[in-house]
């Protein structure tokens, strides 16, 4: 059901709930709008446009903040408004987001607030693209919002460099859930549950299950997981620019070693932590400039230099989960330009981001691998009702 139907339903209740005139020729007393909010427009500008006076709209915008902010109006948005010539203004409807309304009406000398949500069902929807223009801008198209297309990148940065590792015919599938009202409407989106990509004719899936701590995390068809790795790309929407290894220096004009990877990206990019670990440093380093260094079990250090700025309030001693932001992309020290130095160190040594091999996480093992493996096949059993023509089902399983 759209907005305007049940705003509509809620201006004829009212008129349905006031005595029947005593001349059915003559007008109702009452009156029902729809008003639509336009740029600049208030709250209480809009009731007095609709005819009420500045005392009921006063009255009744003091009745509704605890409930709704009158102040997060957006332009487009739609209010149901109704007035009585004698009585003035006898309620309003407003719906702050998808699936949820509030109805205040006037009750003698007082307001009354009813809010109401709609009941939201979780349906499977899968989309699958050819990966064209980068991953984001693909799934995005595709019909996945950004907010989980951010998550599922930075899941997978585990396994993929997205900057070097894709090629020509590359595909990536989806699965997620849509939430709907009864009536089909869209409310918004649930989780995801499950990616394909396809790189190079290689085929690598994950899927999205809560382990036996409850914790919710990424893992292979085996029960390994994916997070407890080290990030291969700190950072969204990087290019690399520079490798690991002997290079000339392109400040100070001679060849040394390179002891990380550079990477590309506009001042301000939020920088993440590649793994769980502890702040050793956060502190400005000479020709590193802004730099953060971490400390993670087994003698690993992670390293982030020439960052704009650090996280408010991040300091040495910090423990930080993997992909917390740790600062932002930036030119200082020994920079020629926007980018992030990352290096990772196993006992004080510098080693190659893109070929050393760091721990994982804890697979699943026992019940915990068991529940994980029937969740999977539920899933599929699913995702195999799905075709080109229908992309979405009602979903029977939690």
Not at 127 to 148: H, K, N, Q, S
Not at 210 to 235: H, K, M, N, Q, S
Not at 318 to 345: C, F, K, N, W
Request: glycine share 12%; with cysteine; net charge neutral.
């Amino acid at each position: 059901m759209t907005l305007k139907l049940r705003l509509a339903l809620f201006l004829c209740a009212g008129l349905a709930a006031l005595p029947a005139p005593a001349n059915a020729s003559d007008p109702p007393e009452e009156a029902q709008r729809i008003v639509t909010v336009q740029s600049g427009d208030t709250l209480g500008g809009l009731l007095q446009e609709a005819g009420a006076v500045s005392e009921d709209a006063h009255a009744a915008i003091a009745a509704l903040t605890p409930h709704f902010d009158p102040r997060s109006l957006s332009v487009g948005q739609e209010v149901g408004v109704r007035l009585d010539e004698e009585e003035g203004l006898l309620g309003l409807e407003i719906a702050p987001q998808p699936g949820q309304t509030i109805t205040l009406r006037r009750d003698g000398a007082a307001w009354v607030v009813q809010e109401a949500t709609a009941p939201r069902l979780r349906h499977l929807a899968r989309i699958e693209a050819r990966i064209e223009g980068g991953v984001f801008g693909t799934l995005t198209r595709a019909g996945l919002p950004g907010p989980l297309t951010h998550a599922l990148i930075r899941a997978l940065s585990h396994e993929v460099d997205f900057q070097r590792d894709l090629q020509p015919g590359d595909r990536i599938a989806v699965a997620f859930e849509r939430l709907r009202d009864p009536n089909g409407d869209l409310l918004g989106h649930g989780q995801l549950h499950h990616a394909a990509l396809t790189l190079g004719g290689e085929v690598m899936e994950v899927w999205r299950h809560a382990g036996p701590d409850g914790e919710v995390a990424w893992y292979r068809a085996d029960g390994t997981p994916l997070a407890g790795g080290f990030l291969r790309t700190p950072l969204d929407g990087a290019r690399l620019t520079s490798g690991f290894g002997m290079r000339r220096h392109p400040v100070l004009g001679y060849s040394r070693r390179h002891e990380g990877l550079d990477f590309a990206a506009p001042r301000g990019t939020p920088i993440f932590a590649a793994a769980d670990g502890v702040i050793a440093s956060a502190r400005y380093e000479r020709g590193y400039g802004r730099t953060v260094r971490m400390r993670h079990p087994n003698g690993v250090e992670t390293v982030y230099a020439h960052m704009s700025r650090f996280t408010r309030g991040l300091k040495a001693g910090d423990r930080v989960r993997q992909g917390a932001v740790i600062g932002a992309v930036g030119s200082t020290g020994m920079s020629t330009g926007p980018h992030l130095h990352y290096e990772i160190r196993i006992a004080g040594r510098a080693q190659n981001p893109t070929q050393v091999a760091l721990p994982n996480g804890t697979p699943l093992r026992g019940q915990s691998l068991a529940e994980f493996q029937q969740n999977r096949a539920e899933l599929g059993r699913q995702l195999a009702t799905l075709s080109a023509t229908v992309t979405e089902v009602a979903m029977a399983f939690d």
